[in-house]
């Protein structure tokens, strides 16, 4: 039986702080638009910021479904399941927004992120999304997975770009400064990645 939650602590934010994956799925307002469902990973890009606000890290890839919908509407549903220990599934239902390179904020929040150098993975935006609906459901249909450690894969490929290179490589992607169906994404050109002290 599922159940509904004020706020994220205790043994939910545990439960959540604990995965190792997550999803996220977002929608354009145009009901006949893409659908947007991306797995995140990479421990360490992903924190809590209170007991109503988390974000994530968004890193380079070969699309920006989930900026784009997020400036055009801001809505976002985030889900993790249990693939080991007892059966769960968490979802938070709230409202998104990207905080670019040249944002203020940007210092400020790479501070929840201390694990993770920017520089090895084309950090292009922290999503910060404040929860509206918190819930919970069994899981009891998710499988068992066991976690083995992290692809080096995505790190391998992006450590080697410059801030120039990677503005290059974004310019040159058809869903990157615009979404599937037409909507901005991405804005270039990219800003320089502030510098940490």
Not at 31 to 39: A, R
Not at 70 to 97: K, Q, S, Y
Not at 139 to 161: I, K
């Amino acid at each position: 039986m599922g159940k509904s939650y004020e706020r994220m602590d205790g043994r939910l934010r545990t439960f959540i702080e604990a995965q190792h994956i997550f999803f996220t799925a977002t929608s354009p307002l145009d009901g006949d638009g893409t659908i947007n469902l991306s797995p995140k990973g990479l421990n360490g890009s992903f924190a809590v910021l209170d007991e109503l606000t988390v974000a994530y890290l968004d890193f380079a890839g070969s699309n920006a479904e989930t900026i784009a919908h997020l400036r055009e509407n801001g809505r976002i549903t985030l889900m993790w399941c249990a693939f080991d220990g007892p059966p769960n599934i968490v979802r938070v239902h709230g409202r998104g927004e990207p905080v670019f390179r040249d944002d203020a904020r940007w210092a400020e929040l790479m501070s929840h992120f201390p694990g993770i150098d920017p520089t090895l993975h084309g950090l292009r935006a922290i999503i910060v999304v404040t929860a509206e609906k918190i819930r919970d459901t069994c899981g009891y249909a998710v499988p068992f997975m066991t976690y083995e450690e992290d692809r080096p894969l995505h790190a391998s490929r992006f450590a080697r770009e410059t801030d120039e290179s990677l503005d290059e490589y974004f310019q040159k992607k058809d869903h990157v400064a615009s979404s599937i169906d037409g909507l901005p994404g991405l804005p270039l050109p990219l800003p320089p990645l502030p510098r940490t002290a």
